[in-house]
């Protein structure tokens, strides 16, 4: 069994900052790309940052120079450092990772539970 555990979530004033953590565990062999959708009340999940196995980074246009997406291997954890955040960034934001599992022989999508983000005064 596989699952991602999200964490950082929370409340905080346009402007603010926020870091959220999304921790992968359970049977793992390896993991792919790791990334981050916030979904609105009403909307879509939409990624706003993605990072591959070896660090390479894509981000939405809309979170370019606020948001930072890291990753630990050795702790299997994905990291979203959001600064500046605006009102129009609260979401849920749910984790996603690409995972091959122990004794598979290919890769499956695995979700996180999600984490609120409110940006409010």
């Known amino acids: 069994q596989v699952q991602l555990v999200e964490s950082g979530g929370g409340l905080v004033q346009p402007g603010g900052t926020l870091r959220l953590s999304c921790e992968a565990d359970g049977s793992i062999f390896t993991i792919d790309a790791m990334a981050w959708y916030p979904q609105a009340p009403g909307g879509q999940r939409e990624k706003v940052a993605s990072i591959t196995s070896d660090g390479k980074t894509n981000y939405l246009e809309s979170v370019k120079g606020r948001f930072i997406i890291s990753r630990d291997n050795s702790k299997k954890t994905v990291y979203l450092q959001m600064t500046s955040l605006k009102p129009e960034d609260a979401a849920v934001y749910y984790c996603?990772?690409?995972?091959?599992?122990?004794?598979?022989?290919?890769?499956?999508?695995?979700w996180g539970q999600g984490t609120q983000v409110t940006v409010a005064s």
């Open positions: 996603y990772a690409d995972i091959q599992r122990w004794g598979s022989s290919g890769f499956r999508d695995y």
